[in-house]
């Protein structure tokens, strides 16, 4: 079974691993911020929620 917990992952180097653009949001503005610049651009992006 996959487990998120143990070891923790970490997505952003992950995606970029895979040439995937990303970003770790940790508070609503940087959020808004990534979202609005990937909308502005083609192609995959990860953004990284911590709630």
Same mark, same amino acid.
């Given at each position: ?11 952003? +180097?992950? %995606?970029?691993? #895979?040439?995937?653009?990303?970003? $770790? ?8 911020? +990534?979202? %609005?610049?990937? #909308?502005?651009?083609?192609?995959? $992006? ?6």
């Amino acid at each position: 079974m996959f487990d998120l917990q143990n070891p923790t992952l970490d997505w952003v +180097a992950l %995606a970029k691993g #895979m040439g995937v653009e990303a970003v $770790r949001a940790e508070s609503r503005r940087t959020f808004e911020d +990534a979202f %609005a610049s990937a #909308m502005k651009q083609r192609g995959p $992006r990860l953004i990284e929620a911590i709630i």
